[in-house]
């Protein structure tokens, strides 16, 4: 992501980077409940999803729920893991980790990998919570206040791959928990990696997109990002979205990349002016992706970034979207989740978090522009960080089944939505 607003004194040569909360302080209830939130219709759309049930934690929600049969996963900055019933809204079990969890959990047949946010790869029976294995890595860290999330490990034929704050990426046998090859990079490795064509592609904090070997680790290639005079490095935050052959990836220096998968060139790239492309994904042949201070929504053609449709939002976008066959969902870290035409990118509602209802206007006018005195009200790095957790903002990727959507706010709450379209 990026900077929200950029306050600068050239007098001491310092600035502040005011960005997204981690801390939300919400009292600790499970099951269903009832619920100030609002669903509006936007352009005379009227049929609209209903609430059926919300799970409230202690702290914010950074992950993003993950749903295997009847169960919902999800991990939270109070360093637990929960299991929801998926009809109910009512915790099943909880396993506790000693970091804060901000990735998602990893689901194989009978088992769970979650990254504990604690240096820590555990294998959990995803039934009971029972822990059957841990995988200890050389220990986790924050880059900044705004490195929000933490590397989700993937599963391929029987191998767990996963990135690290100590800067490794790791290939773990799922059955065992043993090592089978790491590659270390300059920094942390907090992107989700992404495997095509027998090589795994991962960014790293220090400017570089690498693709290895899968089977071995391997260097195959490695390219570095351009950078940006606030982001001289070119951090690659984002995580990596791979298609014909391409590698899709923002980073800091304002650059959504589409690498060549063989050779690692650069086929072509997105260059945002106000701030970070993090969030690319691929649907239906379709590249969508989000930025931050741009406050767009995009759909463009994979193979040359050519725009369909873009859309603006009303405040930043840090999660991917998730799709059913005619629209796309996706939240935006003001406290609203849109659903949206896939083809046109118009928006047919807004579920609008209670959290965003009741402190709107203490930031915000009307339009969710920035009140005119907001340097006044917002002095502080840390203070805009807790505003976005006060208004519920949403960094996850929801879950879309027939029936439900599911997605997770930086409120605390878990939050199930009937589907109709």
Not at 153 to 181: C, R, T
Not at 228 to 234: A, D, E, L, S
Not at 346 to 371: A, G, H, I
């Amino acid at each position: 992501m990026t900077m929200r607003f950029l306050i600068v004194n050239l007098k001491s040569s310092f600035w502040i980077l005011a960005v997204v909360s981690f801390i939300a302080s919400n009292r600790a209830v499970t099951g269903q409940t009832e619920s100030d939130s609002s669903i509006n219709a936007i352009n005379d759309y009227n049929q609209l999803p209903n609430i059926k049930w919300e799970f409230k934690s202690d702290t914010s929600f950074f992950a993003s729920p993950v749903v295997s049969e009847t169960l919902v996963y999800i991990g939270g900055l109070d360093s637990l893991l929960y299991a929801i019933d998926i009809n109910s809204g009512i915790e099943k079990w909880r396993f506790r980790t000693k970091g804060e969890i901000r990735s998602n959990a990893c689901i194989g047949s009978d088992t769970l990998y979650l990254n504990g946010g604690d240096g820590i790869l555990y294998s959990l029976d995803k039934m009971t919570g029972n822990l059957i294995w841990t995988f200890q890595t050389k220990g986790e860290r924050k880059y900044d206040f705004a490195d929000y999330f933490h590397s989700t490990p993937v599963l391929k034929n029987g191998v767990l791959y996963f990135g690290s704050g100590d800067g490794n990426l790791y290939a773990i046998d799922s059955g065992s928990g043993k090592l089978i090859w790491k590659f270390q990079t300059g920094n942390i490795v907090h992107t989700t990696p992404a495997i095509d064509n027998n090589k795994i592609f991962l960014g790293s904090f220090d400017g570089y997109v690498y693709a290895l070997s899968l089977s071995t680790g391997e260097l195959v290639w490695k390219f570095k990002t351009v950078g940006h005079h606030y982001f001289p490095v070119g951090e690659v935050q984002g995580s990596p979205a791979v298609f014909n052959n391409l590698v899709f990836i923002g980073a800091r220096d304002y650059n959504i990349y589409a690498l060549d998968q063989n050779k690692g060139y650069c086929h072509w790239n997105k260059a945002f002016t106000r701030g970070w492309g993090l969030c690319n994904n691929i649907h239906d042949s379709v590249l969508f992706t989000g930025s931050a201070d741009e406050r767009v929504l995009m759909a463009a053609d994979p193979g040359t970034g050519k725009e369909f449709w873009k859309v603006n939002m009303e405040f930043l976008i840090f999660g991917n979207n998730a799709y059913s066959e005619n629209m796309m969902y996706v939240g935006t870290t003001i406290g609203k989740l849109h659903g949206i035409s896939i083809k046109t990118g118009e928006k047919l509602w807004s579920f609008e978090m209670e959290t965003y209802r009741q402190n709107r206007f203490k930031y915000f006018k009307v339009d969710d522009s920035y009140r005119d005195d907001i340097y006044s009200i917002i002095q502080s790095n840390e203070h805009f960080l807790q505003v976005e957790c006060e208004l519920g903002g949403i960094f996850s990727t929801p879950y879309i089944s027939d029936e439900v959507i599911i997605f997770s706010s930086t409120n605390g709450r878990l939050y199930c939505l009937s589907r109709f379209d």
